[in-house]
């Protein structure tokens, strides 16, 4: 055998034992790579967020990610779930609504919620006047619920039963029955805190 040839043999049997190499490692399980996610690790579960209108108001709702605004009119119902890593709520939205007092005017309310991996499922609704935020934020239990009562419109926040994917939550919005009870809620607002209301 020439040199030439024994250069080309040894040559083709390298390029084999590599090419081996790759698909015997190719057949195998893939192994493991960290996740990047570690907030999320210990909470599978996203969070989902229904709002009902049981009010005589028109309404329309705004869901982060989304730039449309749905109509949400009397008797409707608007849901919308996440999964968000970081700190950041799963689900935001801003929820419009007409009081049938002062037609073409629209006032404006905040809502997030988050089931975050280091404490209770957690949800807020507010509307602003001046500085601060008033409504309700907090840690939530199932079928815990708070309540508040402004002008125009009371809001009901629950935690309802959990789904495979979701922790979940429904917000009720009514015509406003009786004098405001207004928590002051600024501080929860600015973000997601596991101490109750």
Not at 127 to 142: I, L, N, P, R, S
């Amino acid at each position: 055998m020439s040199t030439r040839t024994r250069s080309a043999v040894i040559a083709l049997a390298l390029a084999a034992l590599v090419l081996s190499g790759c698909a015997s490692g190719a057949a195998g399980p893939a192994p493991a790579s960290p996740s990047t996610d570690s907030e999320r690790e210990a909470s599978l579960r996203g969070t989902e967020v229904c709002v009902q209108n049981n009010s005589a108001m028109n309404m329309r709702i705004t869901w982060l990610g989304f730039a449309t605004p749905k109509a949400l009119p009397p008797a409707g119902r608007e849901c919308h779930s996440g999964y968000v890593s970081g700190g950041k709520p799963d689900v935001q939205a801003t929820i419009e609504y007409e009081p049938v007092s002062s037609s073409n005017t629209w006032l404006t309310m905040g809502l997030w919620a988050t089931n975050p991996w280091s404490a209770r499922p957690q949800a807020a609704t507010w509307f602003a006047k001046g500085e601060k935020k008033y409504g309700m934020c907090g840690g939530f239990d199932v079928e815990e619920m708070y309540s508040f009562t402004a002008d125009d419109i009371s809001a009901q926040l629950t935690r309802i039963a959990d789904t495979a994917d979701n922790k979940k939550f429904v917000l009720n919005l009514t015509d406003s029955e009786g004098r405001a009870d207004l928590p002051d809620v600024t501080e929860c607002v600015k973000e997601p805190s596991p101490d109750p209301l």
